[in-house]
């Protein structure tokens, strides 16, 4: 029996499980994709928020305000890049003047330190590109930007590395109470576990999949942190108290060329629409400007729409001059989980099942805060909470080798000489990070998964060159047929055959 | 591993087409101190992986396969001893030409050359620089990956496929798709002209039977794990799609040939200047860029229809590479080319030698009963008329040391009709 099973593995689960690995407790995280981070957090704004947009008391603020507090401490024992760039919500007339005001005052009132109304020509001189319309600004200086994905996929495979287990393809069908916990039932995850298991690519349990139809594992408490999905994982213990709907957001992203157009993340004032469309450059140097915000039903339609990518454009260009579209190399879509109570909904339901639901932004930012919470509430319930005395905090950085001197580079190729082969050559990524990859908790096993581990394929030729030979790799690595190898688990082959079969 | 800076004559940054004959050009041309480096694990660049025919009728008089035409050039390459490195990367050229690389033997590694010529190449636009709307399943790839997996991997990205863009890649991959037993429903292609040859268009799509959709563009991508469809439409003259010809294909793959865009990220970390239409440097009649020592050739410097003028191109870089390297240096002229926009461009778009000069150029649509004028002021220094011009074929003059007597400057203009 385990004592805890996290459900979902975004960066809310992640942050929750690596918390607990900390403990002496048997902890599982239950992901029904074909790896993590596969939700809201690998398509968001990728934004540490300062804290002055929530308002006063209410869940968001206060664990928006902390998670800002705690966020640069975390990446830096997970070796995740942050950057503390500062955020600036610019304002276009007299009304926004006042707006930006009011922000200010609450964001005081929330505790964000540093908070400063600048004027246009300070704005000017923080960023010369921004809109000759803007008048004024609320700088933030605490505002900063990490990268979702990768600040995940660190959490769960430190969780790991601390002896908490991933069990990925696991969809969680069923719930039922039993004395002194919960029996949960599992079905295939998001039409993953299917392919793999026919590839054969079951090669470690402990991170491969597991989740044949019937599996069944039984736990003393359940942490929900299944996002869009958490309202429907809530049911199955009889808790109808909310529900969630997803919001779409749309974000086009530009070539590196173009990162260096704003150093702040640039926010336009918010109106009864929402936050509207921010310009950021990413941690990796990128231009990332989105997102739309359309209400949607299905929880899984990730597509773009050409409305969508239109209004982001457009948008953004009133806000920054001179953004160069024609540099784009990707578009993309996340679904926010909307909760229906207006703030983050974590709760306890009955002895031991506790929601964490409805982080919609700012989740990213809160998610160490998050954890944080979730460990008072287990406390409150009387869960024992003995540390580990060989807990380890720290988690190597997966950018290392391209950071390092020469020297340290010439170092790591002699011991292994993969690390001189460069595969993915937009960004320079090596054979031996990617294979480094492949074998580190936790684990990936298609080439969306090891993208977002490695940056290969995620340059301006997004795979062209490199994602054939990534294909052989992960071939090699998983024991598998070269034609089994998918974009993302399920029926996403990359291949469907040899040539000279048809 | 020796991390001590070496010197030599001459760094050729890639082993495709135009890297091999620019090295075999300046070998011959005396200059025996140089180096060929090549990210792939083989010589040839992307003819590798082009096992069609079609390649060498300028050049050699004869119809070879992409494979052949490479083994040409590395053949000599071998022959002469030009020394090569594969599976080695460029990080960066500094403009005063320090080369910096790294493979698995060396480790990061610095050459100091006295000339460097780039010949990197290009790559495809990919589906992320057209923001085509829709969900991002797997089966939807540039045409040279699909190329790669079907000609030197043996696998099939998939049976059923629409084509976007009618670049030759795409029409050679329709083609061979077919030839593998896949159905090619269609080539859909944005403009009103195919961006091909002519003769890539009757002998991979018309000899097939597969339909080539003018003016027409895919607007939405369909399917969550593979591809399970696409939305094709009919496009207006400002190329916006119009709603009511919207028409589904199902389909598990869609290949994308949208263009290529020469790969000078290296070029600019050696503070090349570049044309903003080409995406390529700036350069002289000898191939020379606008940092003295840096000279490029091939598809990294614009893109070419052909291979043979690709070699052609390089052999100009490989021997002007050499004369720079020995100190020879002729009259000196400057004489700056400019382009009508009809004309969209020119290589070189600067004379500064007083001799037989061939400048390539490409037009902006495609054109009937043109007469192409070389201006110098008002004086026509050269004409040339052809009963079509397209933009998809690659066109040539040679202006003569005669023609470039005391002009300021010269202008390429387009007469039709």
Same mark, same amino acid.
């Given at each position: 029996?385990?004592?805890?099973?996290?459900?979902?593995?975004?960066?809310?689960g992640?942050?929750?499980?690596?918390?607990?690995?900390?403990?002496?407790?048997?902890?599982?995280?239950?992901?029904?994709?074909?790896?993590?981070?596969v939700?809201?957090?690998?398509?968001?704004?990728?934004?540490?928020?300062?804290?002055?947009?929530?308002?006063?008391?209410? *869940? %968001?603020?206060?664990?928006? $305000?902390? @998670?800002? /507090?705690?966020?640069? #401490?975390?990446?830096?024992?997970? &070796?995740?890049?942050?950057?503390?760039n500062?955020?600036?919500?610019?304002?276009?007339?007299?009304?926004?003047?006042?707006?930006?005001?009011?922000?200010?005052r609450?964001?005081?009132?929330?505790?964000?330190?540093?908070?400063?109304?600048?004027?246009?020509?300070?704005?000017?001189?923080?960023?010369?590109?921004?809109?000759?319309?803007?008048?004024?600004?609320?700088?933030?200086?605490?505002?900063?930007?990490?990268?979702?994905?990768?600040?995940?996929?660190?959490?769960?495979?430190?969780?790991?590395?601390?002896?908490?287990? *991933? %069990?990925?393809?696991?969809? $969680?069908? @069923?719930? /039922?109470?039993?004395? #002194?916990?919960?029996?949960?039932? &599992?079905?295939?995850?998001?039409?993953?576990a299917?392919?793999?298991?026919?590839?054969?690519?079951?090669?470690?349990?402990t991170?491969?999949?597991?989740?044949?139809?019937?599996?069944?594992?039984?736990?003393?408490?359940?942490?929900?942190?299944?996002?869009?999905?958490?309202?429907?994982?809530?049911?199955?213990?009889?808790?109808?108290?909310?529900?969630?709907h997803p919001?779409?957001?749309?974000?086009?992203?530009l070539?590196k060329?173009?990162?260096?157009?704003?150093?702040h993340?640039?926010?336009?004032?918010?109106?009864?629409?929402?936050?509207?469309?921010? $310009?950021?450059?990413?941690?990796?140097?990128?231009?990332?400007?989105?997102?739309?915000?359309?209400?949607?039903?299905?929880?899984?339609?990730?597509?773009?729409?050409?409305e969508?990518?239109?209004?982001?454009?457009?948008?953004?260009?009133?806000?920054?001059?001179?953004?160069?579209?024609?540099?784009?190399?990707?578009?993309?879509?996340?679904?926010?989980?909307?909760?229906?109570?207006?703030?983050?909904?974590?709760?306890?339901?009955?002895?031991?099942?506790?929601?964490?639901?409805?982080?919609?932004?700012?989740?990213?930012?809160?998610?160490?805060?998050?954890?944080?919470?979730?460990?008072?509430?287990?406390?409150?319930?009387?869960?024992?909470?003995?540390?580990?005395?060989?807990?380890?905090?720290?988690?190597?950085?997966?950018?290392?080798f391209?950071?390092?001197?020469?020297?340290?580079?010439?170092?790591?190729?002699?011991?292994?000489?993969?690390?001189?082969?460069?595969?993915?050559?937009?960004?320079?990524?090596?054979?031996?990070?990617?294979?480094?990859?492949?074998?580190?908790?936790?684990?990936?096993?298609?080439?969306?998964?090891?993208?977002?581990?490695?940056?290969?394929?995620?340059?301006?030729?997004?795979?062209?060159?490199?994602?054939?030979?990534?294909?052989?790799?992960?071939?090699?690595?998983?024991?598998?047929?070269?034609?089994?190898?998918?974009?993302?688990?399920?029926?996403?082959?990359v291949n469907?055959?040899?040539?000279?079969?048809? | 591993?020796?991390?001590?800076?070496?010197?030599?004559?001459?760094?050729?940054?890639?082993?495709?087409?135009?890297?091999?004959?620019?090295?075999?050009?300046?070998?011959?041309?005396?200059?025996?101190?140089?180096?060929?480096?090549?990210?792939?694990?083989?010589?040839?660049?992307?003819?590798?992986?082009?096992?069609?025919?079609?390649?060498?009728?300028?050049?050699?008089?004869?119809?070879?396969?992409?494979?052949?035409?490479?083994?040409?050039?590395?053949?000599?390459?071998?022959e002469?001893?030009?020394?090569?490195?594969?599976?080695?990367?460029?990080?960066?050229?500094?403009?005063?030409?320090?080369?910096?690389?790294?493979?698995?033997?060396?480790?990061?590694?610095?050459?100091?050359?006295?000339?460097?010529?780039?010949?990197?190449?290009?790559?495809?636009?990919?589906?992320?620089?057209?923001?085509?709307?829709?969900?991002?399943?797997?089966?939807?790839?540039?045409?040279?990956?699909?190329?790669?997996?079907?000609?030197?991997?043996?696998?099939?990205?998939?049976?059923?496929?629409?084509?976007?863009?009618?670049?030759?890649?795409?029409?050679?991959?329709?083609?061979?798709?077919?030839?593998?037993?896949?159905?090619?429903?269609?080539?859909?292609e944005?403009?009103?002209?195919?961006?091909g040859?002519?003769?890539?268009?009757?002998?991979?799509?018309?000899?097939?039977?597969?339909?080539?959709?003018?003016?027409?563009?895919?607007?939405?991508?369909?399917?969550?794990?593979?591809?399970?469809?696409?939305?094709?439409?009919?496009?207006?003259?400002?190329r916006?799609?119009?709603?009511?010809t919207?028409?589904y294909?199902?389909?598990d793959?869609?290949?994308?040939?949208?263009?290529?865009?020469?790969?000078?990220?290296?070029?600019?970390?050696?503070?090349?200047?570049?044309?903003?239409v080409?995406?390529?440097?700036?350069?002289?009649?000898?191939?020379?860029?606008?940092v003295?020592?840096?000279?490029?050739?091939?598809?990294?410097?614009?893109?070419?229809?052909?291979?043979?003028?690709?070699?052609?191109?390089?052999?100009?870089?490989?021997?002007?590479?050499?004369?720079?390297?020995?100190?020879?240096?002729?009259?000196?002229?400057?004489?700056?080319?400019?382009?009508?926009?009809?004309?969209?461009?020119?290589?070189?778009?600067?004379?500064?030698?007083?001799?037989?000069?061939?400048?390539?150029?490409?037009?902006?649509?495609?054109?009937?009963?043109?007469?192409?004028?070389?201006?110098?002021?008002?004086?026509?220094?050269?004409?040339k008329?052809?009963?079509?011009?397209?933009?998809?074929?690659?066109?040539?003059?040679?202006?003569?040391?005669?023609?470039?007597?005391?002009?300021?400057?010269?202008?390429?203009?387009?007469?039709?009709?």
């Open positions: 029996m385990y004592d805890i099973a996290v459900i979902g593995a975004g960066v809310v992640g942050m929750i499980a690596r918390a607990l690995s900390a403990y002496r407790l048997r902890v599982c995280i239950l992901e029904k994709g074909h790896d993590v981070a939700g809201a957090s690998c398509a968001n704004s990728a934004i540490v928020h300062a804290g002055f947009d929530a308002h006063e008391g209410s *869940l %968001k603020a206060k664990l928006n $305000v902390r @998670g800002s /507090e705690l966020m640069a #401490g975390v990446c830096e024992e997970l &070796g995740v890049k942050y950057k503390n500062g955020s600036l919500v610019i304002g276009f007339g007299e009304e926004d003047r006042e707006t930006v005001e009011s922000l200010r609450r964001g005081e009132a929330n505790g964000v330190k540093g908070l400063k109304v600048i004027d246009q020509a300070e704005l000017r001189r923080l960023e010369p590109n921004i809109s000759e319309n803007a008048v004024c600004a609320l700088w933030a200086p605490t505002g900063a930007i990490v990268c979702p994905y990768e600040l995940t996929i660190a959490a769960v495979g430190n969780a790991m590395d601390n002896g908490a287990e *991933l %069990k990925l393809d696991f969809r $969680v069908s @069923g719930i /039922e109470k039993i004395p #002194g916990g919960y029996r949960v039932y &599992g079905a295939e995850g998001t039409g993953a299917a392919g793999q298991n026919a590839a054969g690519a079951d090669a470690d349990g991170v491969a999949a597991c989740a044949e139809n019937g599996a069944v594992l039984e736990t003393r408490y359940i942490i929900n942190a299944a996002g869009v999905h958490a309202d429907e994982i809530a049911r199955m213990v009889g808790d109808d108290s909310f529900s969630i919001r779409r957001g749309e974000y086009v992203l070539d060329e173009c990162g260096g157009l704003v150093s993340t640039i926010f336009r004032t918010p109106t009864k629409m929402g936050k509207g469309i921010l $310009v950021t450059p990413t941690v990796d140097g990128n231009l990332l400007t989105g997102p739309t915000s359309v209400d949607m039903q299905d929880k899984e339609d990730k597509a773009t729409t050409a969508g990518l239109a209004r982001v454009m457009s948008e953004a260009q009133e806000n920054v001059r001179g953004i160069p579209f024609g540099k784009s190399i990707t578009s993309f879509c996340g679904l926010r989980a909307v909760g229906s109570t207006g703030d983050f909904i974590i709760n306890r339901f009955g002895e031991g099942f506790f929601n964490v639901a409805g982080i919609e932004s700012p989740g990213l930012s809160s998610a160490p805060a998050i954890a944080e919470y979730v460990l008072s509430l287990l406390r409150e319930a009387g869960v024992a909470l003995e540390p580990k005395a060989d807990y380890n905090p720290r988690r190597p950085a997966m950018h290392a391209r950071e390092a001197t020469i020297e340290e580079k010439n170092r790591i190729i002699r011991e292994n000489p993969a690390y001189g082969r460069v595969i993915c050559r937009c960004e320079t990524v090596t054979e031996g990070e990617i294979l480094a990859a492949i074998r580190t908790n936790p684990r990936p096993r298609d080439l969306d998964g090891v993208k977002r581990r490695t940056r290969a394929q995620m340059g301006r030729c997004q795979g062209g060159f490199c994602s054939p030979y990534i294909v052989e790799l992960l071939a090699e690595e998983l024991h598998i047929p070269y034609e089994a190898v998918t974009k993302f688990g399920g029926g996403s082959v469907v055959g040899r040539t000279k079969e048809a | 591993m020796d991390t001590m800076m070496k010197n030599v004559d001459l760094v050729i940054v890639g082993g495709g087409p135009a890297g091999m004959s620019a090295a075999v050009a300046a070998y011959e041309s005396g200059v025996k101190n140089l180096l060929i480096l090549e990210r792939d694990s083989h010589l040839g660049g992307i003819l590798q992986q082009c096992i069609h025919n079609g390649f060498g009728l300028h050049r050699f008089g004869e119809e070879l396969t992409g494979p052949e035409y490479a083994w040409r050039y590395e053949k000599l390459v071998h002469y001893n030009i020394p090569y490195l594969t599976d080695t990367m460029v990080l960066d050229i500094s403009p005063d030409r320090v080369v910096t690389a790294t493979n698995s033997e060396r480790g990061v590694f610095t050459i100091a050359a006295k000339a460097v010529i780039l010949a990197m190449g290009c790559r495809e636009r990919s589906r992320g620089a057209l923001n085509i709307a829709g969900s991002r399943p797997a089966g939807i790839y540039s045409a040279g990956t699909a190329q790669k997996y079907v000609n030197l991997k043996g696998y099939m990205p998939g049976r059923n496929v629409v084509i976007l863009g009618s670049g030759d890649i795409g029409l050679i991959m329709a083609r061979r798709m077919t030839l593998e037993g896949a159905k090619v429903h269609a080539v859909c944005l403009m009103p002209y195919s961006g040859l002519a003769r890539n268009i009757e002998q991979c799509l018309h000899d097939f039977g597969i339909p080539l959709k003018l003016s027409h563009t895919v607007v939405e991508i369909h399917g969550r794990e593979r591809l399970e469809g696409v939305t094709i439409a009919k496009v207006d003259e400002r916006r799609p119009i709603a009511e919207r028409e294909i199902p389909c793959t869609l290949l994308l040939s949208v263009g290529l865009i020469p790969e000078n990220e290296l070029s600019k970390t050696a503070g090349v200047p570049l044309d903003r080409t995406n390529g440097a700036l350069v002289d009649q000898d191939r020379q860029t606008e003295e020592g840096i000279f490029a050739c091939g598809n990294v410097l614009h893109v070419h229809d052909l291979v043979d003028f690709v070699s052609e191109e390089a052999e100009i870089a490989g021997k002007s590479a050499a004369a720079y390297i020995q100190g020879q240096s002729a009259e000196a002229l400057d004489i700056p080319l400019s382009v009508d926009g009809r004309v969209r461009y020119t290589v070189p778009q600067r004379i500064t030698q007083k001799k037989d000069v061939t400048v390539f150029f490409r037009v902006a649509d495609v054109y009937r009963d043109v007469t192409l004028k070389v201006l110098d002021g008002d004086r026509v220094v050269l004409r008329k052809k009963p079509k011009m397209a933009p998809g074929e690659m066109e040539s003059v040679t202006l003569k040391p005669e023609q470039l007597d005391g002009a300021a400057g010269l202008r390429f203009e387009l007469e039709v009709g």
